[in-house]
């Protein structure tokens, strides 16, 4: 038995065991944290259709922070985020031809995900539920201090989301960095009964109808950095499944 035979089955012996027990299917974990920034508003569409003669919607800007949760298997996964988020709608009255005056509605958040995404050649597409619980509604004209009014607002709101972008730093399992663009819509009715018999969003109960929803909207971009937890996994070899750190 010489020198050459031991390193040519030292080499076979080696290349069998990590072979027969490589990872076969496994799940991997990541966290990371979230900031978003973009457009934000109120999109009640009795208001929409009086553009320009009473009210006139303002572009209005809002941002978010929070933390998120990756499970994935291979290119697809589900993510959960939660973020605390501040957004505003500005609206233009014109009703006093000789003064057109800013009425502004602000609005906190804190707003639970739940998505699916795809993640294709260092990109990824997202989309799934948005829930939003309302901390607080605040309302009126720029020139004067705004006071709370969410009583005439509901408490929760359901919306849907679609995201897509790329990854810029990284793109492996153990750490990333990813910006991208998303876009939010609330189907379910922001202003509650009693806001709609008050003229909420806009102080005008002859604008707002009560059969007609108003929804938060979002389009903005969001900036990410994740770092790998680490995989569960069963091996090919038949061994049990057990997690391993990045």
């Not at 080696?14 to 490589?22: A, P």
């Not at 501040?86 to 009703?95: K, L, M």
């Amino acid at each position: 038995m010489n020198t050459r035979f031991l390193i040519v089955a030292s080499f076979l012996l080696f290349t069998s065991s990590v072979f027969g027990q490589r990872v076969a299917e496994f799940w991997w974990f990541d966290t990371g944290v979230k900031f978003g920034y973009g457009a934000t508003g109120l999109y009640n569409s009795s208001i929409w259709d009086r553009a320009t003669s009473d009210w006139e919607f303002d572009i209005s800007t809002g941002y978010s922070f929070g933390a998120k949760l990756g499970i994935n298997k291979g290119t697809s996964g589900f993510t959960i985020d939660v973020m605390f988020a501040n957004a505003e709608q500005s609206f233009e009255d014109h009703r006093n031809p000789t003064e057109v005056r800013d009425y502004i509605v602000e609005w906190n958040t804190v707003d639970l995900y739940t998505l699916y995404r795809n993640n294709r050649q260092l990109g990824y597409v997202e989309i799934g539920p948005k829930f939003s619980f309302v901390n607080d509604v605040l309302s009126g004209y720029a020139s004067e201090p705004r006071v709370g009014v969410a009583d005439n607002y509901a408490s929760n709101n359901i919306g849907a989301v679609l995201g897509f972008g790329a990854y810029f730093i990284g793109g492996d399992n153990a750490f990333s960095g990813i910006l991208g663009l998303r876009f939010e819509y609330g189907f379910t009715d922001f202003v509650n009964p009693d806001g709609h018999l008050a003229g909420h969003p806009v102080p005008d109960v002859n604008v707002t109808n009560p059969g007609v929803s108003t929804a938060p909207v979002f389009a903005g971009i969001v900036f990410e950095l994740n770092w790998g937890l680490g995989y569960y996994g069963k091996a090919s070899c038949g061994s049990r499944s057990k997690f391993i750190k990045f």
